[in-house]
């Protein structure tokens, strides 16, 4: 059966009148900010605190895209007789944007969680060349870092809380009085309970004295 002539146009205009009295699920951007999924990757936040400047990272980035400069640091003996040591101070640590694939490498094989997904995105610039951000950018956005989930109820515990917790409690084990001297509130209760005279205890007024036992 041949098509009857301006049946397309018509299915058209039914589709657009539908359309029309349907609510509008349009999200006005940036008037109306998007949901976005707890994972979502947007740009990578640093927290400085926890980098050794290991360069671990800068190594595995298969873009090269982040630049990590350092200097050396003698730190004195915390001991008398001790020997100094020497650490690694960061300098700077920047990632060029627009090199980045997102790929997430630098952030799973950092061993100290310095380095974290933000869901920010919004960081366009005019010039490609402002898309290089420093530390200090780095800093701002680990701020915006939504918090890790819950850990299932019936999970193992971390091996940092577990390795955290041992040494807490051998600190307080180690600064705890010795267990063979009596508290002091223990003494203090013991001061202040009365003493019984000998000749008036119990088991001694109880017993017969010698003597009696035949008078009776």
Same mark, same amino acid.
């Given at each position: 059966?041949?098509?009857?002539?301006?049946?397309?146009? /018509?299915?058209?205009? *039914?589709?657009?009148?539908?359309?029309?009295?349907?609510?509008?699920?349009?999200?006005?951007?940036?008037?109306?900010?998007?949901?976005?999924?707890?994972?979502?990757?947007?740009?990578?936040?640093?927290?400085?605190?926890?980098?050794?400047?290991?360069?671990?990272?800068?190594?595995?980035?298969?873009?090269?895209?982040?630049?990590?400069?350092?200097?050396?640091?003698?730190?004195?003996? *915390?001991?008398?007789?001790?020997?100094?040591?020497?650490?690694?101070?960061?300098?700077?640590?920047?990632?060029?944007?627009?090199?980045?694939?997102?790929?997430?490498?630098?952030?799973?094989?950092?061993?100290?969680?310095?380095?974290?997904?933000?869901?920010?995105?919004?960081?366009?610039?005019?010039?490609?060349?402002?898309?290089?951000?420093?530390?200090?950018?780095?800093?701002?956005?680990?701020?915006?870092?939504?918090?890790?989930? /819950?850990?299932?109820?019936? *999970?193992?515990?971390?091996?940092?809380?577990?390795?955290?917790?041992? *040494? /807490?409690?051998?600190?307080? /084990?180690?600064?705890?009085?010795?267990?063979?001297?009596?508290?002091?509130?223990?003494?203090?209760?013991?001061?202040?309970?009365?003493?019984?005279?000998?000749?008036?205890?119990?088991?001694?007024?109880?017993?017969?004295?010698?003597?009696?036992?035949?008078?009776?």
């Amino acid at each position: 059966m041949a098509p009857i002539p301006g049946s397309g146009l /018509a299915k058209g205009l *039914a589709v657009t009148l539908r359309t029309m009295t349907k609510k509008s699920v349009t999200a006005q951007y940036p008037d109306a900010q998007p949901d976005l999924p707890p994972r979502t990757r947007g740009v990578i936040g640093l927290f400085e605190e926890n980098c050794t400047v290991c360069m671990l990272c800068a190594r595995e980035c298969p873009d090269w895209c982040i630049y990590i400069d350092s200097h050396k640091e003698t730190v004195p003996a *915390a001991t008398p007789g001790g020997r100094e040591r020497s650490r690694n101070v960061l300098d700077r640590f920047a990632i060029d944007f627009s090199l980045c694939m997102y790929c997430g490498i630098c952030i799973e094989v950092c061993p100290f969680d310095a380095l974290f997904w933000s869901p920010e995105f919004e960081y366009a610039e005019t010039d490609i060349r402002d898309l290089t951000h420093e530390r200090d950018k780095l800093r701002e956005w680990m701020w915006t870092v939504p918090a890790p989930p /819950a850990l299932d109820p019936g *999970a193992e515990e971390p091996k940092e809380l577990a390795t955290a917790r041992k *040494a /807490a409690d051998k600190l307080a /084990a180690q600064q705890a009085p010795p267990a063979t001297e009596p508290h002091a509130d223990e003494q203090a209760r013991a001061a202040e309970q009365p003493t019984r005279p000998q000749g008036d205890s119990k088991q001694q007024t109880d017993q017969p004295k010698p003597g009696q036992e035949g008078s009776e």
